[in-house]
RNA sequence: GACGGGCUAGCUCAAUUGGCAGAGCAAGUGACUCUUAAUCACUAGGUUCGGGGUUCGAGUCCCCGGCCCGUCACCA
């Protein structure tokens, strides 16, 4: 529908197709190129190199050949056809018969063109498909002068389907020894460098097919992340969690500290907020008694990008009534090693280097205490610099950059991230936080400073934060009330909101509760050894052009 | 947001001090029936990111802007 007003024009590609124009009559009057979107802009040496595609593509069609058939009957991939012809000529080595080189039966593979090696009368073909790769050899005299026609006509980039037993070549290549070759689809634009692959790193993530295409390493990241969500998906199921899927557009953007997109609805004239957590709405369904209960989704928080932060990701966050912060953390570390296990077949990453060292995830993963560490490492010990101004004063002291008019959990939070952070290589967890920072974290049974919280870091970035979950209302409204009062007092946007609706589901009780937040995407970048996150996102947010 | 690096043919990259904008791949034509970065010959292909300035002359120097990357700041 997107080329509904150019229907006018219909008549006219139709005659096109039915009397397509050979290819060397001059095309300025004769064959108008069509309306491709960015034609405006595209250079000159760019349109003429679609304009010989669409020339073979009108070829095509002079023959009487759909370039763009509805289907093909694919009877084995790269893989198998590899496969096929390996067991033959297993059998064939077996066997004192050795007049005759061995070959299978005939096969239909397809894929993609990435090269193209032309011998006048014969022509070797390397077809990708979505599983490996096997070359075609296609040859004038084994196909008939007529099929053989449809071979000079193919480009790289093409997705064609080939005919043929699979052999092995002189050169003792793995072939298809096409009897036929269909063009499945005319590409009417070049690929990047066959050799070289694509460099350019902006057109890496703005046009990802390409980079899926031409490099290995795209299509290996993205089959990981996939792996990896279906690790996480299967072992919490083992565990008995149940998976749910609860509201992306939310009256109030609350359960974490972050700034929400806003949005509006039009029927109901009322502002929405893109959600900036999942946490309360999981929390209201421990409140309804689904004990164990999880969500896998996107979040979407208003700030900039950096290698390690795009403005939507994804999470998995869990909450496990009659489970505390302890049980969480035995959770997140064998949760870890088993994914890191399954798609990778070792608990221990290795070491990229220039990137990291080794990582062993093999748990338990070391608890540290996070005042003993603040101190251990920065000499600042935050019981005893209770307010924002002894512990600005402590900070610049150690020349910590401080923000000006900043609340002390946020204070705080920039020591723990510039002196404790990067020192944390191997996986960690921080454990017990100050209840400034933890709005929705219960506090320790003995203290009335400290919660029970804990954030695992790995390479030096939080990976998970978890808590045991504040379900005593009346404390929790007035964390509540006191985030709110950030908001004003510091002018603080990403201060956490109060959420009347969650108040009221746990003033109906909810029972003692495990929570966690884990980054998948970061997950993902650890176990792929990646340093960005756009390797890992398939289309990361880009600047306008 | 600040600072630094980058942007040249469809792709990958050159271009000395400011002095005719080049190569490989891809494309086109021709040769070639076992190649695999096939080979050989020839041809075509450029708004050097955009705009302004300095200069006899700017890919190169200066200013403004765009986008990408990096560091820092911000940000869980």
Do not use: C
């Not at 096409?178 to 690929?191: F, G, N, S």
């Not at 792996?227 to 992306?248: A, D, K, L, Y």
């Not at 795009?310 to 870890?336: G, H, K, L, R």
């Not at 756009?534 to 289309?539: A, Q, T």
């Amino acid at each position: 529908m997107a080329y509904a007003e150019q229907s006018d024009d219909a008549a006219q590609d139709d005659l096109q197709q039915k009397f397509p124009t050979p290819r060397n009559m001059t095309n300025q009057d004769q064959q108008e190129l069509p309306n491709l979107p960015g034609e405006a802009e595209s250079a000159a040496g760019e349109r003429k190199l679609i304009e010989d595609r669409l020339a073979k593509t009108a070829q095509i069609r002079a023959r009487g050949l759909d370039p763009y058939p509805p289907r093909f009957d694919r009877t084995h991939t790269s893989e198998e056809a590899t496969r096929l012809f390996e067991d033959a000529e297993a059998v064939a080595g077996t066997s004192a018969d050795e007049a005759e080189p061995p070959r299978t039966e005939p096969v239909r593979v397809a894929g993609r063109i990435m090269a193209r090696r032309g011998m006048g009368k014969a022509a070797f073909i390397d077809l990708k498909d979505g599983y490996g790769s096997i070359q075609a050899f296609a040859r004038q005299n084994t196909m008939g002068d007529d099929a053989y026609a449809i071979v000079n006509l193919l480009d790289i980039g093409d997705i064609i389907g080939v005919e043929g037993s699979v052999i092995r070549t002189r050169r003792g290549e793995i072939s298809v020894e096409a009897t036929k070759v269909t063009v499945l689809t005319k590409a009417i634009r070049p690929l990047p460098d066959k050799w070289h692959g694509l460099q350019d790193q902006e057109i890496r993530f703005r046009q990802r097919y390409l980079d899926l295409i031409s490099n290995d390493t795209a299509m290996k990241n993205a089959l990981l992340r996939s792996n990896v969500v279906r690790s996480m998906r299967s072992f919490m199921h083992g565990r008995g969690f149940i998976e749910v899927e609860t509201p992306i557009l939310v009256p109030v953007a609350a359960g974490a500290q972050a700034t929400p997109f806003e949005t509006h609805h039009n029927q109901l004239d009322r502002d929405l907020y893109l959600r900036i957590a999942t946490e309360l709405y999981l929390k209201k369904l421990i409140v309804g008694g689904i004990e164990r209960v999880f969500e896998i989704g996107r979040l979407f928080r208003n700030e900039g990008l950096d290698h390690d932060h795009n403005p939507e990701f994804t999470t998995i966050e869990s909450y496990q009534a009659y489970a505390d912060y302890n049980d969480v953390m035995e959770m997140v570390e064998s949760m870890v090693a088993h994914i890191a296990e399954e798609t990778t077949g070792s608990m221990i990453l290795p070491e990229v280097e220039g990137i990291r060292p080794e990582i062993d995830l093999t748990p338990p993963w070391p608890r540290l205490d996070l005042r003993e560490e603040i101190k251990k490492r920065s000499g600042i010990d935050f019981v005893e610099t209770r307010d924002a101004e002894s512990l600005s004063a402590a900070m610049r002291e150690r020349g910590i950059h401080v923000e000006a008019g900043s609340a002390w959990g946020r204070l705080l939070d920039k020591v723990i991230s510039s002196e404790v952070e990067p020192h944390l290589v191997q996986p960690h967890f921080l454990v017990d936080y100050p209840v400034e920072m933890s709005p929705l974290a219960k506090r320790k049974p003995d203290s009335d400073e400290i919660v029970e919280r804990f954030e695992a870091f790995v390479m030096g970035t939080e990976l998970a934060n978890a808590f045991t979950e504040l379900n005593d209302p009346v404390d929790q409204r007035e964390r509540f009330e006191q985030q709110e009062r950030m908001r004003l007092d510091f002018g603080d946007d990403e201060a956490d909101r109060l959420d009347e609706d969650f108040l009221v589901a746990i003033e109906h009780g909810m029972p003692p509760t495990g929570g966690l937040g884990l980054g998948i995407d970061r997950l993902t970048m650890l176990i792929a050894g990646e340093e960005s996150i756009r390797e890992i996102l398939l289309f990361p947010a880009m600047r306008n052009t």
